[in-house]
């Protein structure tokens, strides 16, 4: 079984720039997460699904920062503009429902912005 | 709301010993905590996970112990090995699915 894909693996881009991050859940896997991860640091939860429905979104800065999920399947998490202090690595992680104590997690993508 | 803390940000111990992992937390109300390790360059993988009317849980080597007085869990790995090497983070799971991690704990087992 496939697990988390996301895409790219990592991104350079310059400041006041766009970037898109890309991830497909486990297939079957209702509940979808977007987490960042600074160096050093845990991660910390940007946004929550369940389905195609945001559930958690508190901590998502959402002057530059937006995410959807059509279709209750694939997310993309998108930065407009970037800011130096994005740099870091995006995470995306889903689990089989609301609760459930395991969250799978892909391998992430790293963020650099100059 | 809920803080985890991981104060060690690393640990390193021989190969075949036992390695202690400590984490604290702030909020008496959760439902689980669990235990995450991570590789270079990959995404945090599930280990292991304690419920909150527990104090023990063990999988093979690895061994979960909850002090709820304390506000204390650490994770125990006996005989460590080197492909242990990595970093370990504890997480709060609270009802709303939302993961609160701490900061990890790089974890070195030598040969």
């Known amino acids: 079984e496939a697990g988390v894909v996301q895409s790219p693996r990592y991104k350079i881009i310059e400041k006041k720039q766009p970037v898109a991050f890309w991830c497909n859940p486990i297939s079957g896997h209702n509940t979808l997460y977007w987490y960042r991860q600074n160096l050093g640091q845990g991660p910390e939860l940007l946004i929550r699904y369940e389905n195609e429905e945001a559930v958690d979104d508190s901590q998502l800065p959402k002057d530059r920062f937006s995410a959807e999920r059509l279709k209750g399947v694939d997310s993309t998490l998108k930065i407009q503009p970037a800011e130096l202090g994005d740099s870091a690595v995006y995470l995306c992680a889903s689990s089989s429902q609301t609760g459930s104590t395991e969250a799978f997690f892909g391998q992430g993508t790293r963020l650099t912005v100059v | ?46 280990l292991i996970s304690i419920s909150s009317i527990k104090d023990k849980n063990e999988d093979g080597r690895f061994t979960v112990f909850l002090n709820k007085s304390a506000k204390h869990l650490s994770l125990h790995i006996v005989p460590s090995q080197p492909g242990d090497s990595a970093v370990y983070f504890c997480a709060d799971l609270t009802s709303g699915s939302r993961l609160t991690f701490g900061e990890g704990t790089q974890l070195t087992v030598n040969p």
Not at chain 2, 5 to 29: A, F, H, W
């Open chain 2, 1 to 46: 709301d809920q803080q985890v803390k991981q104060n060690s940000p690393s640990l390193s111990v021989q190969e075949g010993r036992i390695s202690i992992l400590n984490c604290d937390y702030t909020n008496s109300m959760f439902d689980y905590f669990l235990w995450y390790k991570k590789y270079p360059a990959e995404g945090p993988t599930f």
